[in-house]
């Protein structure tokens, strides 16, 4: 092997990077909360008793989850000036990744919700809550608190997908990567280092959500940790 | 000035073999690194679950379109050019391998202990505990999110694309940017893929509520 790493140039481009791994934190937290409040509204939308709702949900969810992420963003940034919505790359980015990760965390608090046991609901409902009530006090917290793992793990994978926005020119971490890599060659140090950095994001996301959830939650941190 | 028509449509369908072929030697590929990793995973040997650990830890947390880079550039430092579908398919088969072993270690770990240990107790050595007690039992757990992967890597081959490799969403952009009617063409990739993976979702959630209908008899 007759080649000489050289991780020197990179630091000319530590502006750019640093940049990109911002865009990249926004396009996550964007993704993440927009997503997570998109889904959770879908999730509940597909348990009430109206028909039509429910099966505009069923489309949209399927939709999501049954087509690439990055053929979605395609459409959005390239597709829709055909019918005179024209975006930025980065709304139209930020607008896929809401929609795709409200497809799957709908998913995922459906199936939270379904577990919840009708008496539950019948018990709220003798106690004179009204219909927001029981979903509010009685449904939704143990729901999330049951699927908080494959949120997080959602979540995560979120993140990580947020570097294909590089491919509708969004400077990202990636995309930052990909223009200093045209720019001096030094293809491999300058992947490298990205990798690590999502290797790095990648830990500090789940740590965090999962911290998050220990706070949130009082039952599984009285679990975890006894009564504090 | 084309238009998006018939040909144009079975242009895009005609990529549809890159796609199942791409999607196909992932999985294959995957499968066999994840067995591997998922029967390491559960070894008595502390290195090897060390090992392993960090393997699936790196790669889960690694993007795949940063990894397709890494294998597409590496080898050019040892004088090799990839072509872009082996890069692809190396890229896909780590990490189909790192997501599957972990799918399959929960579903080994899933067997209660005495499974083991009655195995034991009848004098099976431990490969054939696996092969005639534990593995039956575990790929039937492990079926319904098995095939929900499969659904992953068919959308994740579309990251294919973005290294120049035409499959369907390539072929897609090659007709968007003939025909300069991208809605109609990505529609088009969309529906293709929800062909595709609509069917194994199905089939997937359709497992798993058999499993949970006849109850955890594992």
Same mark, same amino acid.
């Given at each position: 092997?007759?080649?000489?790493?050289q991780?020197?140039?990179?630091?000319?481009?530590?502006?750019?990077?640093?940049?990109?791994?911002?865009?990249?934190?926004?396009?996550?937290f964007?993704?993440?909360?927009?997503?997570?409040?998109?889904?959770?509204?879908?999730?509940?939308t597909?348990?009430?008793p109206?028909?039509?709702?429910?099966?505009l949900?069923?489309?949209?969810?399927?939709?999501?989850?049954?087509?690439?992420?990055?053929?979605?963003?395609?459409?959005?940034?390239?597709?829709?000036?055909?019918? =005179?919505?024209?975006?930025?790359?980065?709304t139209?980015?930020?607008?896929?990744?809401?929609?795709?990760?409200?497809?799957?965390?709908?998913?995922?608090?459906?199936?939270?919700?379904?577990?919840?046991?009708?008496?539950?609901?019948?018990?709220?409902?003798?106690?004179g809550?009204t219909?927001?009530?029981?979903?509010?006090?009685?449904v939704?917290?143990?729901?999330?608190?049951?699927?908080?793992?494959?949120?997080?793990?959602?979540?995560?994978?979120?993140?990580l997908?947020?570097?294909l926005?590089?491919?509708?020119?969004?400077?990202?971490?990636?995309?930052?990567?990909?223009?200093?890599?045209?720019?001096?060659f030094r293809?491999?140090?300058?992947y490298?280092?990205?990798?690590?950095?999502y290797?790095?994001?990648?830990?500090?996301?789940?740590?965090?959500?999962?911290?998050?959830?220990?706070?949130?939650?009082?039952?599984?941190?009285r679990?975890?940790?006894?009564?504090? | 000035?084309?238009?998006?028509?018939?040909?144009?449509?079975?242009?895009?369908?005609?990529?549809?073999?890159?796609?199942?072929?791409?999607?196909?030697?992932?999985?294959?590929?995957g499968?066999? *690194?994840?067995?591997?990793?998922?029967?390491?995973?559960?070894?008595?040997?502390?290195?090897?679950?060390?090992?392993?650990?960090?393997?699936?830890?790196?790669?889960?947390?690694?993007?795949?379109? *940063?990894?397709m880079?890494?294998?597409?550039?590496?080898p050019?430092?040892? =004088?090799?050019?990839?072509?872009?579908?082996?890069?692809?398919?190396?890229?896909?088969?780590?990490?189909?391998?790192?997501?599957?072993?972990?799918?399959?270690?929960?579903?080994?770990?899933?067997?209660?202990?005495?499974?083991?240990?009655s195995?034991?107790?009848?004098?099976?050595?431990?490969?054939?505990?696996?092969r005639?007690?534990?593995a039956?039992?575990?790929?039937?757990?492990?079926?319904?999110?098995?095939?929900?992967?499969?659904?992953?890597i068919?959308?994740?081959?579309?990251?294919a694309?973005?290294?120049?490799?035409?499959?369907?969403?390539?072929? =897609?952009?090659? *007709?968007?940017?003939?025909?300069?009617?991208?809605l109609?063409?990505?529609?088009? *990739?969309?529906?293709?893929?929800?062909?595709?993976?609509f069917p194994?979702?199905q089939?997937?959630?359709?497992?798993e509520?058999?499993?949970?209908?006849?109850?955890?008899?594992?």
């Open positions: 092997m007759d080649y000489t790493f991780f020197g140039i990179l630091m000319n481009y530590l502006p750019q990077f640093v940049s990109g791994f911002w865009l990249t934190l926004l396009l996550s964007i993704g993440i909360f927009g997503g997570f409040a998109l889904g959770v509204c879908c999730a509940v597909s348990t009430l109206w028909k039509i709702p429910r099966a949900v069923r489309c949209y969810v399927e939709a999501m989850r049954n087509t690439p992420l990055l053929v979605q963003v395609f459409i959005i940034f390239f597709g829709l000036p055909n019918i =005179g919505v024209r975006l930025s790359p980065l139209s980015a930020l607008i896929a990744l809401v929609l795709n990760n409200g497809g799957y965390i709908a998913e995922i608090v459906r199936s939270g919700i379904q577990s919840t046991h009708r008496s539950q609901v019948e018990a709220a409902e003798s106690l809550l219909y927001g009530q029981t979903l509010r006090l009685v939704l917290p143990p729901a999330l608190e049951k699927v908080f793992t494959p949120i997080v793990s959602q979540s995560v994978l979120l993140m997908s947020t570097s926005v590089a491919a509708i020119g969004v400077e990202d971490l990636t995309g930052a990567a990909m223009i200093a890599s045209s720019e001096t293809t491999m140090e300058i490298f280092v990205i990798a690590i950095a290797v790095a994001l990648n830990f500090l996301f789940r740590a965090v959500l999962n911290f998050a959830g220990l706070l949130i939650f009082t039952r599984s941190r679990r975890l940790l006894g009564r504090i | 000035m084309r238009y998006f028509g018939l040909p144009e449509f079975l242009f895009i369908i005609r990529a549809l073999i890159w796609t199942i072929t791409l999607t196909i030697i992932a999985f294959f590929g499968g066999i *690194v994840g067995a591997a990793l998922a029967l390491m995973r559960i070894s008595k040997s502390k290195l090897m679950q060390h090992v392993t650990s960090a393997y699936m830890q790196v790669i889960q947390g690694l993007p795949l379109l *940063v990894l880079f890494l294998c597409y550039y590496t050019s430092l040892f =004088g090799y050019q990839l072509s872009a579908i082996t890069a692809a398919a190396i890229a896909l088969t780590i990490n189909t391998g790192a997501f599957l072993g972990a799918i399959w270690e929960s579903a080994l770990r899933a067997i209660p202990r005495p499974q083991w240990e195995a034991d107790a009848l004098a099976l050595t431990p490969l054939k505990t696996l005639y007690v534990i039956p039992q575990a790929v039937k757990l492990a079926l319904p999110s098995t095939v929900g992967f499969l659904v992953q068919i959308k994740q081959t579309s990251l694309s973005i290294i120049g490799f035409v499959e369907i969403t390539r072929a =897609g952009q090659l *007709v968007s940017n003939a025909t300069f009617e991208p109609k063409s990505f529609l088009a *990739v969309a529906a293709l893929y929800f062909i595709l993976c194994l979702t089939i997937s959630l359709w497992l509520g058999r499993i949970e209908r006849r109850g955890s008899r594992a």
